[in-house]
Nanobody, 127 residues
Framework: QVQLVESGGGLVQAGGSLRLSCATSGGTFSRYAMGWFRQAPGKEREFVAF????????YYADSVKGRFTISRDNAKNTVYLQMNSMKPEDTAVYYC????????????????????WGPGTQVTVSS
């Protein structure tokens, strides 16, 4: 059974950094693209970042572009999200998810295209 578990969340001041990790098990991690999403209180879940199975293609939401970096280590079955220059509006529960399928162009930002999700990790940015 495929499992995803996020870690690395916490409280950080505006302008600070955090690195989230998502450890996976139960599947062939290197064959799948992965994504990060977030959901703030009272808001809908939104796409944050995507990385292809090889790491050769990455995509970001406009709101995090230039500040966040997604990466992966296929040997460790883990995907990361490095978050720099954080803002209070980055406060949310962050989720990692496994993309279902091989064609991801234009589809990577849609949550329903992902088949497995982690339980999430809370990130709070204070002003």
């Amino acid at each position: 059974q495929v499992q995803l578990v996020e870690s690395g969340g916490g409280l950080v001041q505006a302008g600070g950094s955090l690195r989230l990790s998502c450890a996976t098990s139960g599947g062939t991690f290197s064959r799948y693209a992965m994504g990060w999403f977030r959901q703030a209180p009272g808001k809908e879940r939104e796409f944050v970042a995507f990385i292809a199975w090889s790491g050769g293609s990455t995509y970001y939401a406009d709101s995090v572009k230039g500040r966040f970096t997604i990466s992966r280590d296929n040997a460790k079955n883990t995907v990361y999200l490095q978050m720099n220059s954080m803002k209070p509006e980055d406060t949310a529960v962050y989720y990692c998810a496994r993309f279902s399928g091989t064609y991801y162009y234009t589809l990577y930002k849609y949550g329903h295209r992902y088949d497995y999700w982690g339980p999430g990790t809370q990130v709070t940015v204070s002003s």
